[in-house]
């Protein structure tokens, strides 16, 4: 036969669309032609197939042969491809039967040798390829990520032999069996071992609980970076949807995460650019928004950053993704994180105390760095003050992070089976429904908005951690109490 149709996946953002790499061997002079948007890197692809082949001891026809990568408006871009080529001229070239490569997608890199390098975004073609009920060829080295992917009929080769002896039925390739993980193993260090900071300590369980942005601000040397590493050791597990979107997220920018149903933690230095932080490039790539999806986002020193640099999370914190427009493609992330932030009062650090010395105007122009629309998007602003020597003298004290972690896991669930989605992302007449409250309790709200000059979006975001405070207390309705600590965490908002 002198035609061949090997399926395999692009990559675009964190989508894998279908591409068909269709071979023709004809009459004529040697040579091959690849058509079909190919980008440098997978023009190159010619002379890896041709050595990988004769290397392998398989024949290169000596025929003209055109490649053609459908379809033709998709850019193709990297060494991905190599491995559905090879197999089509070896399919075309009738050195390997026709059949062998029905209803089978595959992905993989060659080396000159014959060798299969890993691909990166083999998570989502997983998912899309099980999707469409098909089998998958990826990798070796892919295999622990893929097989994240429950019940894919996947096969995992490490050479162009060893697959090709798969495919002919003489042997079959090992198969790859996923690593056993446990939640709960997880290396944070522990609440317990903070001393004092009552009140940050349940800001931080009500951050948890509800999936809120908070903002610790105080002196230098109070704990405000210790409480924020606390963090990871109190959030629920990601679910099985949840952890195959943050995966597919790494696979893309190259990266591997060891356990996979742990919340990611990012913590970008305060140097980052937007692009660094929102993703983006000529070959577009996630940022560490992206990256911190389902998980946690900390900006340690927030004034230190650009002010650009912030104000490009506005928008995500609000529709949980980015998108990132270039020349000839646009790509969208996934950026549902929470932010956790944490700032010193002034930029000595010490404001109100009596040794401050900055000036008002050196401190209002160190606040200012943060605009109003960005500290709106943040729930929970919480003083961190020092603690006396005879505090931190104390044993530790108070309940771990496992026992925290329980009564955050039980609130998000009650949260999930009220409303289907955590109390932070209340909207619309969800928000109007679950977090109604009496006309008593309206009115006590109404008159801390006006003292405090709260606008609209700080008042929703208001109702939505007392709807969290409500679910900790293990109450139906929200309270006037739960509104009065919901109030108490716009502490920032007092100062300003």
Not at 81 to 93: E, M
Not at 342 to 349: E, I, S, T
Not at 428 to 444: E, K, Y
């Amino acid at each position: 036969m002198s035609l061949a149709t090997v399926h395999t996946r692009a990559l675009l953002g964190v989508e894998s669309p279908p591409v068909t790499v269709e071979v023709h061997l004809s009459g004529g002079l040697p040579g091959l032609t690849m058509v079909g948007l190919p980008e440098t890197a997978v023009k190159e692809s010619r002379e890896r197939v041709r050595s990988a082949l004769l290397n392998c001891h398989f024949e290169f026809p000596a025929r003209r042969i055109t490649i053609n990568l459908a379809p033709a408006d998709l850019p193709k871009e990297g060494g991905r491809y190599d491995l559905a080529i090879a197999l089509g001229i070896l399919v075309a070239s009738n050195q390997l039967p026709i059949t062998v490569l029905n209803n089978t997608e595959v992905l993989g890199e060659l080396t000159l040798g014959g060798e299969i390098r890993p691909v990166q975004g083999a998570i989502s073609a997983a998912m899309a390829v099980k999707h469409c009920g098909r089998r998958l060829v990826l990798p070796a080295d892919n295999a622990q990520e893929a097989s994240l992917v429950s019940q894919l009929d996947c096969a995992y080769a490490k050479d162009l032999l060893s697959l090709c002896a798969h495919l002919r039925g003489e042997h079959r390739l090992p198969e790859f069996a996923p690593i056993a993980e446990h939640v709960n193993d997880r290396q944070a260090p522990d609440m317990s071992e903070v001393k004092g900071q009552e009140q940050a300590k349940r800001a931080l369980e009500v951050a948890a609980a509800g999936g809120h942005n908070l903002l610790y601000f105080g002196p230098p040397g109070t704990g405000k970076t210790l409480l924020a590493q606390r963090l990871p050791g109190i959030l629920p597990p990601l679910t099985e949807h949840q952890a195959l979107s943050v995966a597919a997220i790494y696979s893309v920018a190259g990266l591997h995460r060891q356990q996979h149903f742990c919340p990611p933690i990012r913590h970008p230095h305060h140097t980052a650019s937007a692009v660094a932080l929102v993703g983006g490039g000529s070959n577009p790539k996630p940022g560490e928004i992206s990256l911190a999806h389902s998980g946690v986002l900390f900006l340690d020193e927030l004034p230190e950053f650009q002010r650009s640099v912030l104000e490009v999370m506005r928008e995500p914190l609000e529709n949980g993704r980015i998108d990132i427009a270039r020349a000839n493609r646009q790509v969208s992330y996934p950026a549902a994180f929470q932010l956790i932030a944490a700032m010193n009062p002034c930029p000595c650090g010490h404001y109100p105390e009596p040794r401050c010395s900055c000036t008002p105007d050196q401190v209002r122009r160190y606040r200012s760095k943060i605009s109003g629309p960005l500290l709106d998007r943040i729930d929970l602003h919480v003083a961190v003050i020092n603690q006396p020597p005879s505090r931190l003298q104390q044993l530790p004290g108070g309940d771990s992070s496992g026992v925290i972690r329980q009564r955050v896991i039980a609130a998000r669930q009650r949260q999930v089976d009220r409303q289907g989605v955590s109390n932070a992302h209340l909207a619309g007449r969800n928000l109007d429904q679950h977090c109604a409250i009496d006309a008593p309790s309206a009115q006590f709200l109404e008159q801390a908005t006006v003292k405090l000059g709260l606008s609209a979006r700080a008042y929703h975001r208001i109702l939505r951690v007392a709807r969290t405070l409500a679910d900790l207390a293990l109450s139906d309705t929200v309270q006037r109490s739960h509104l009065a600590e919901a109030i108490g965490y716009r502490q920032l908002d007092r100062t300003q």
